[in-house]
Structure formats: C-alpha cells, structure tokens
C-alpha cells in the first residue's frame, strides 16, 4: 500500500460548531510556558548550554561549558517576569507549560500558578530537542516526566506539549499519558482527534504566530506594539467570523523570560484589556477547552477508504464508474491518505484513473453506462444506483409519447457516437434532460466524448457524496 500519513484536509469548508460554553463567539486560551531551570546545561547532564528563544541573537551551544548571559536570561523569567505575569493574569485561567526539571526547581512559583487555580500541563521533563531520541529514550523521558510532575505537583498532568518533539513525540505520549490533549500541532484553529492505536487522542493545537517567541527570532517582533497589534488582529478576526457563526480558538503563547520583560508586558496587557471588553468571550484553561470537546464532540470512528485493503476498497468502490471496477483497483495502488477518506477525495482518486485511462478504456466505461429510459429500465436490468438515479428524474415515469421520443434520441444519438447518452440525472429533471438531448446530438465526436466523460465524473460524484456523505 502506498499510503501518505499527513492529514491535509482537516474539517474542510465546513469544520464543527464547537459550541462554546455561554454561546461564547471565541474561546481565548493563554499559555505560560515555564522553562527556567529545565533548559540545555552541563549543570543538568547536557552536553551543551542553551542557544533558543533568548535574548542573544544567533545564540550557539557551547559544548562542554556553561553560558554565564544564557543562565542568566532564563533567570529573568523565573525570578522576574514569572511574577510580573502572575500579578497580571492571576484573574484569569491560564494554562501553564511546566518542564517537569523546571518545576521542580521552583517551588514557590508552583505555590503561586496553583495558588491562582491554573492549569499545569506538562512540557516535558526537559527543555530539550528530542528529534534525535531514540523511541525508547523519548518513552522514558515521558514517563520520568509525568512521575515527576506528579510528585511536584501533587498531580499528573492532563494535558502534553514537548515543543522540541520528535516525529514519535504524539504516538508516544498518546500511549502513556493518558492525557485529555496533546498539543503538539499547529495545524488547526479547533480540537480535533486522531487515532492511535486503539486509543483517541484529542489534540488540542497551539501557535506559533501569537506567540512571544517572535521577540526572539530573526523574522519576529521588533518591538511591543507589532505583538499587541498582532494579537488584537488576531481575536478580531476571528471574534468576526464566531459573530458570523464559525467560532474558533485563539491561543497564546508566552514565555517568563520573554513577555514578563516590561515592555512586552505592558502591550500584552493592553490586547488583554482589549479581548476583555468584548462580550462571549470565553477564557479558559486548555484543560477546560478539551473536556469540552470530548464531551461535545466524543471521537466517532469510521471506516477510512485509505486504510482498507483492496478487496475491500474495490467492494466499495468498483461500481461507483458503471461496471468498471478497474477503476477503484488501480486508485487503491496510487499514493492515498486521510485527505482521500471522503467523497471528494475518493472521487478525485478514481477521477484520476479514469482521466489517464486510454481512450478506449474511457469508451469501455461510457458504453457501460445504460440508456436513460431504455429497454434495460424497462426490463428492470439496471444497477440499484442507476435505477434510482433515473427514477429520481422520473424517468421511470413516461408517457407512452415521452417514452418513444426517449427511445428515438436514444436509438440517433448512439448510432451517431458510438456510446449511450449520458447525463448526471440528479442535476436535472426530465425537461432539462430531453432538452440537453436535443443540444448535444448536433456535437461532433469529440465534443461530445469529452462531455459525456465529464458526466460520468459527475455521475460518480453524486454517488460518492450519496455514499460517503459531502
């Protein structure tokens, strides 16, 4: 099997109503990343000192040696601006990414983030790249993780972001946590769920783009007005299209060390300020936001069309082109994935097939297809899909005068083409579909086989969507 995993198509053009408490128009979610005292350091067995999301610009690992400014940077944020946020954002939930080291280190800011009722998810047991882990050594820093953070705590953590993750980094904390969300996605504005194994994970995603960090890197923010006026652009936005009836999740990524400096601090306050004075406005704790879900939209499972095998798929799929089951067993043996588990993208595998297909194959499917009101309706000898297509036109109710005006068109249109007449029924009635008769047996050949093709494509589609659902 030729199967692609990434999931490019999400919920689409017509994602869930996540109904938000209170009939809320956004849920705005804030995050505090705690990280000080968890981050690269020979004092804490690293091979090297840290190089990320700090002050210095264009930072390098020092192998083997300690970083007096680095230290000293990540210390501003356990010592200053942990406080400086606490003291603006205790009022409100606020969803804490504890590095389990980190933590551990830091007792009375634990006091105070439990002190304020937030939300201590777990970011790990270090602050560290675990690209390079191996499976099993990324397992055990999750488990140690958790054991940890329970110990500090008091509590396991409901809720997993690694940040610096690995491509194993979901599955397997999916595996141990237990966690009500993992966070390590930046790919949609909702929850959504993903199966692992035999378990549902819900995925809660964060941001990269309303986040502090950007004061850290090169192509960020220079200074604390573009962060205010980026985060206010971003809950206008989408506070517009929840008013419009599409609401949506706007997260906040903040760092100690990086929003808790005074400047920062003050713009975020002021787009805060602003977020606040509008009404429907849900502020909650990642944690809230996932056992909302869970309990909105539980995960429903479904047989996906890329995980079937090809019995199964040609089963399924074989009599969507009329009799042409060719069709679905060389889609099965193209590159599919979860962007091909709908109507639309299993149509756009078949459809593809059948449009590379040889002229002569493409003229196999056409002369498949069954005269529309013929001596095979007539018989009953039609497909169960067929019959109720042409049905649904009333086409299986002629009079004796339509019936021979069918049968004549018929009789002129295939002698002059050389395949039936064919036309998408559910798009049209019986008027619309004797007055296309009329229009398209004065085409020459090869007009008219490229639209009788396009028909056909049509044709599936229809039974796709009927099938699949939109």
């Known amino acids: 099997m030729n199967r692609y995993p990434r999931d490019l198509a999400g919920y689409?053009?017509?994602?869930?109503?996540?109904?938000?408490?209170g009939g809320a128009k956004i849920a705005v979610q804030i995050v505090l990343n705690y990280e000080e005292g968890g981050e690269n350091n020979i004092l804490h067995g690293d091979p090297a000192s840290e190089a990320f999301l700090s002050e210095i610009t264009g930072a390098q690992p020092w192998p083997g040696q300690r970083h007096w400014n680095m230290?000293?940077?990540?210390?501003?944020?356990?010592?200053?601006?942990?406080?400086?946020?606490?003291?603006?954002?205790?009022?409100?939930?606020?969803?804490v990414y504890g590095v389990a080291t980190a933590l551990a280190r830091s007792p009375d800011q634990v006091a105070a983030m439990k002190a304020a009722d937030w939300e201590i998810a777990s970011h790990g047991l270090k602050w560290i790249e675990?690209?390079?882990?191996?499976?099993?050594?990324?397992?055990?820093?999750?488990?140690?993780?958790?054991?940890l953070h329970a110990e500090v705590t008091g509590s396991a953590p409901r809720g997993w972001y690694t940040g610096r993750c690995s491509m194993n980094t979901v599955r397997l904390a999916a595996e141990e946590g237990g966690f009500a969300y993992i966070a390590d996605s930046y790919a949609d504005e909702l929850p959504y769920w993903v199966e692992v194994g035999k378990r549902d994970q819900l995925i809660v995603p964060y941001t990269m783009d309303c986040n502090d960090m950007r004061f850290a890197i090169q192509a960020g923010f220079t200074d604390g007005a573009q962060f205010e006026g980026y985060l206010k652009d971003s809950f206008d936005q989408l506070y517009e299209e929840g008013v419009a009836g599409r609401p949506a999740m706007l997260?906040?990524?903040?760092?100690?060390?990086?929003?808790?400096?005074?400047?920062?601090?003050?713009?975020?306050?002021?787009?805060?300020?602003?977020?606040r004075g509008h009404e429907d406005v849900w502020f909650a704790t990642?944690?809230?936001?996932?056992?909302?879900?869970?309990?909105?939209?539980p995960p429903a499972r479904r047989e996906r069309p890329s995980r079937m095998d090809r019995d199964g798929f040609v089963a399924a799929f074989g009599g969507i082109f009329e009799h042409s089951p060719w069709i679905a067993e060389r889609a099965w043996d193209m590159e599919l994935g979860p962007a091909h588990d709908?109507?639309?993208?299993?149509h756009s595998a078949l459809a593809r097939i059948f449009r590379t297909a040889s002229e002569e194959e493409r003229l196999g499917v056409l002369t498949a297809h069954p005269d529309l009101?013929?001596?095979?309706?007539?018989?009953?000898?039609?497909?169960?899909?067929?019959?109720?297509?042409?049905?649904?036109?009333?086409?299986?109710?002629?009079t004796d005068a339509e019936r021979a005006e069918?049968?004549?068109?018929?009789?002129?249109?295939?002698?002059?083409?050389?395949?039936?007449?064919?036309?998408?029924?559910?798009?049209?009635?019986?008027?619309?579909?004797?007055?296309?008769?009329?229009?398209?047996?004065?085409?020459?050949?090869?007009t008219e086989f490229a639209e009788a093709c396009r028909q056909v494509e049509r044709i599936a589609e229809l039974r796709l969507i009927e099938k699949l659902g939109a």
């Open 286 to 297: 990642r944690e809230q936001i996932a056992d909302h879900w869970a309990g909105t939209h």
């Open 71 to 95: 230290e000293s940077l990540y210390e501003y944020g356990s010592r200053a601006g942990f406080w400086r946020l606490h003291r603006m954002m205790s009022d409100l939930p606020v969803t």
């Open 406 to 446: 069918f049968t004549d068109l018929n009789t002129r249109y295939t002698e002059r083409f050389g395949f039936p007449f064919i036309i998408a029924v559910k798009d049209n009635d019986k008027a619309s579909i004797l007055a296309a008769f009329h229009r398209r047996i004065d085409h020459d050949r090869d």
């Open 373 to 398: 009101a013929g001596k095979l309706a007539a018989a009953g000898r039609l497909t169960a899909e067929s019959t109720a297509e042409q049905a649904g036109a009333g086409l299986d109710l002629l």
């Open 12 to 21: 689409g053009a017509n994602p869930p109503d996540p109904q938000w408490p």
């Open 130 to 147: 675990h690209k390079d882990m191996s499976e099993a050594e990324e397992r055990d820093q999750i488990r140690e993780a958790i054991r």
């Open 251 to 275: 997260s906040i990524g903040l760092h100690c060390r990086i929003a808790g400096r005074p400047g920062r601090a003050r713009a975020l306050a002021r787009a805060l300020d602003h977020m």
């Open 342 to 346: 709908g109507a639309a993208g299993v």
